[in-house]
């Protein structure tokens, strides 16, 4: 069968099963709240370390490189009585947090029938590339494809070619857990309770608005800490030295202005030369992606704390 074909009825079985009446059994008071997504550099290993410099009271939280989200959920885990303006330049990654939103009931349909026809094929590596060709032009058909190559691709890696067109290759895990119903339930109602606005936008034009007492998270893709490390190319036009530079500038204009900044990136010299007039916290963690199991030992990173009555870190 020809990939014209494999994609013509993979487009014609998701828009059946999107029109069938169908109940689903997803419990939106679960206690599950964690990224739906896989993300390089994501800070589940971070969180301990960065939600006590975090406010207890919020009123609007920005977080301008949203990823995986695992900051944002862990705050919605302690309370979302606050206005959240969530924004990447990932459009893909943007189209899914709003169907997250706005409907998780179609997309765990849409996840269901590729977990479904993914477990049944005998060469699911030959699937995930049919996928992966698959230019599908519905949001929810969008964020199905996204998370489902998410889960499937290498190490769940997101990188793209100069056109913007995803590009990773097939993983072989040997048994993807590629959505948990509940947890897309817990991530929509999150969403939805924060009224957050969603938006694909450079992180300079997603703070412009940023006000005194406002709460503003960074997390940049990180400054590599060696020549073989670099990965920065989650969006055509990557995140270069000179972004680093840029960035420092902005964070430095928002303490200014009186907002609550905090930032995380890897702990390198022109990291701490840019940040030299903050508090600072080095820490060590396990990196979140990287093909062999020894290499996710021994990151050091760095956080960054830029806000009036700051805590005193040591470096």
């Known amino acids: 069968m020809s990939e014209g074909v494999l994609i013509e009825e ?11 009446d169908v109940t689903l059994s997803v ?3 679960s206690p599950r709240l964690t990224p ?6 994501g800070k589940g ?6 939600l006590p410099f975090v406010p207890s009271a919020l009123a609007n939280y920005y977080e301008p490189f949203l990823g995986g989200g695992a900051i944002f959920l862990a705050v919605c885990r302690r309370d979302t009585k606050f206005k959240a303006f969530l924004s990447d330049t990932n459009p893909e990654l943007i189209n899914a947090y709003k169907v997250v939103k706005s409907l998780p009931s179609d997309l765990v349909r849409s996840l269901s029938n590729l977990r479904r026809r993914y477990k049944s094929t005998p060469n699911k590596e030959d699937f995930y590339y049919e996928i992966r060709a698959w230019e599908p032009t519905g949001s929810i058909e969008r964020a199905a494809r996204f998370i489902f190559l998410n889960k499937t691709c290498y190490n769940g890696l997101y990188r793209v070619n100069p056109k913007g067109e995803f590009n990773v290759p097939f993983g072989h895990h040997m048994n993807p857990k590629i959505f948990d119903e509940n947890n897309v339930a817990a991530v929509s109602k999150a969403l939805r ?3 957050a606005t969603l938006r694909t936008i450079d992180y300079r034009k997603a703070t412009t608005a940023c006000q005194k007492g406002d709460f503003v998270y960074f997390d940049p893709p990180y400054h590599p800490s060696s020549e073989t490390s670099s990965f920065t190319d989650y969006t055509p036009k990557g995140f270069r030295e000179e972004d680093q530079k840029e960035l420092s500038k902005v964070f ?3 303490v200014r202005r009186g907002c609550r900044v905090l930032l995380s990136n890897s702990n ?3 990291v701490r030369e840019l940040y030299d007039d903050y508090s600072r916290k080095n820490i060590l963690v396990n990196r979140p992606i990287n093909c062999v199991g020894t290499g996710r030992k021994g990151f050091r990173e760095l956080i960054v704390v830029g806000h009036l009555n700051q805590t005193s870190l040591t470096d």
């Open 268 to 270: 390198t010299r022109l």
């Open 45 to 50: 290993s971070l969180v301990r370390h960065l």
């Open 252 to 254: 430095a204009n928002l």
């Open 36 to 41: 739906f997504v896989k993300w390089a550099g």
């Open 27 to 29: 419990d939106s008071s």
């Open 10 to 20: 993979l487009v014609s079985t998701v828009q059946v099963e999107q029109r069938k």
């Open 193 to 195: 309770e924060t009224h």
